[in-house]
């Protein structure tokens, strides 16, 4: 199982981009929200998870993604849930995700690998050794960054490919016209 947690003024492009992509390579995705089921994106769209976070284990995932939205992202660095949730997945050596801002909140649960990207100036939040600004997505040992909406859709593409291998992220590229990741 893979937990997209939510948060209020998450980045909407983001969490869409990757549960949709995740599921189209069959993932079993869920949402979660912070504190609630419905949660308020940062442009006013409001999605329904499917869970809260507090109810999630770390033993039942495979990975966590987070996406960004900068008041998503401090709800996320601040939420003591997801940081337990955090810490737990770098100790039993998952994989755990974040793009745009949401680096930020790895930062927080000290879970963030040296190399990594993040929306340009939240490196400036987090430390500027290690950060890279020409790729769209970094894997470092078991953390994989990106930089924000515009890479949403190749950062979750690199996920299935790290989970379901080259075929099905080629499948998956060329059916959703995806030449630029």
Known sequence: MILVPLAKGF???????IIDILRRAELNVVVAGVEKKLI??????????????????????QMIVLPGGWDGTNILAEDADVQRLLKEMKEKNKMIGAICAAPFALNKAGVLSQN????????????????????????????????????AICFALAIVKELKGDEM??????????DFC
């Open 116 to 151: 990594y990207t993040c929306y340009p100036s939240v490196e400036e939040d987090i430390r500027v050794d290690g950060y890279s600004s020409d790729k769209k997505v970094v894997k470092d040992g078991n953390v994989m960054t990106s930089r924000g909406p515009a890479t």
């Open 40 to 61: 308020l994106g940062a442009n006013g769209i409001t999605i329904q998870a499917d869970a809260v976070v507090a109810d999630i284990k770390s033993d039942d995932l």
């Open 169 to 178: 992220f080629n499948v998956l590229k060329e059916g959703i016209l995806a």
């Open 11 to 17: 980045e909407e492009i983001e969490a869409v981009s």
